[in-house]
């Protein structure tokens, strides 16, 4: 513990002379510094044949105003045995973070989002039996990271499922955050070799940078694993990755790296840096969900660096729209701002979250 401390404090003493910026704080903050110094185990032993039948699928079709719940070995025979299932509609697929659970208020957005949303099914899946379930911190997450390719493949079966059941895979869209969004890489790669076919659409949003960022890119969400693979970044560094994976990643704000309303301080106390970092985080999720019913806000920029970005050397690049009405034909990195847009109910550094 003294030597954990000694290198809190030499971090700190390291930002103030070389002049770190805001948002670098979560790269060298308690969380980073415990992956460092190994105490964070990150495992992705993919032999292990760990159990995930208490995942649990929840099928909503808002169009009828009726839900289901269905254990996730048997979620896709239940599905396609629905009456009135429309075999042609979307089906959007939300795999959450660590730390989720149904009930939540990232899971409550994704289901307020999508409810008017025309000639689509919404499926979010609650895997807090693996992932939300250990009393402290690191057991917690590093258990949580062992479950990921095993959640990820169950999902991967689901949609196999669905697709022998006469759901076409272009009409898939899984949309994941944080973990979730790594999950994805093994159900998107898991869904092709069943299948020979690639799911229409992932987007990740903010996918986990601890345990992954330094990973093999089998380990993570990635371009190739579905027709078109999208990637957000607003806590890179943090607790998301920096690494660049999908055909297209967006970078949010500054550096995709921190966001304006999250109050992160340049050198914060111990338990600001962690409040601001799951803001910074969850900011994924509220930007992209806000497209839903606002498709012209968010003008991405293509552009190799922020400071390019920023300086406007990149002003007459390549532009597309970022979030759920991306067309899906850019490709590369592309910058956007959020502001002057005003984003209802902004997450704060504050509440029942999931991370």
Not at 22 to 48: M, V
Not at 150 to 174: D, N, W
Request: aromatic share 12%; proline share 4%.
């Amino acid at each position: 513990m003294n030597i954990y401390i000694f290198c809190l404090f030499t971090v700190c003493n390291i930002m103030l002379v070389c002049g770190f910026g805001r948002g670098d704080w979560e790269k060298y903050g308690p969380f980073q510094l415990a992956l460092h110094s190994n105490l964070i185990k990150c495992d992705h032993d993919k032999t292990l044949g760990l159990d995930v039948s208490g995942v649990d699928v929840y099928f909503y079709d808002f169009s009828r105003n009726d839900h289901e719940i269905f254990p996730i070995s048997t979620a896709a025979r239940g599905i396609l045995a629905i009456p009135t299932l429309d075999k042609v509609k979307k089906f959007i697929i939300f795999v959450p973070g660590y730390k989720s659970q149904i009930m939540k208020k990232t899971e409550e957005r994704v289901r307020d989002t999508f409810r008017h949303l025309p000639n689509t099914y919404l499926i979010i899946l609650d895997h807090s039996a693996y992932t939300n379930d250990k009393p402290t911190y690191i057991k917690s997450f590093e258990r949580s990271v062992k479950y990921v390719y095993y959640i990820g493949r169950a999902l991967a079966i689901l949609l196999t499922e669905l697709r022998a059941g006469g759901i076409v895979s272009k009409q898939i869209h899984c949309i994941g955050h944080s973990l979730g969004g790594q999950m994805l890489g093994v159900t998107g790669d898991t869904f092709m070799k069943n299948t020979g076919e690639k799911i229409g659409r992932i987007t990740a949003l903010d996918p986990a940078g601890p345990c992954f960022s330094n990973s093999l890119i089998e380990e993570q969400v990635r371009s190739g694993v579905a027709e078109y693979v999208e990637v957000y970044h607003c806590n890179a560094g943090g607790l998301g990755t920096t690494s660049v994976l999908g055909d297209v990643d967006f970078f949010v704000n500054k550096k995709g790296q921190s966001q304006p309303h999250c109050g992160t301080p340049l050198i914060p106390g111990i338990f600001d840096s962690s409040k601001a970092a799951k803001c910074n985080h969850r900011t994924c999720i509220n930007v992209y969900t806000a497209t839903v019913v606002r498709p012209e806000w968010f003008v991405a920029h293509k552009c190799d660096t922020y400071k390019g970005y920023k300086n406007g050397s990149c002003s007459r690049n390549d532009v597309t729209m970022a979030g759920y009405w991306n067309p899906g034909t850019a490709k590369g990195v592309y910058y956007f701002s959020t502001d002057g847009f005003d984003i209802d109910d902004l997450p704060s550094t504050d509440g029942d979250v999931d991370y």
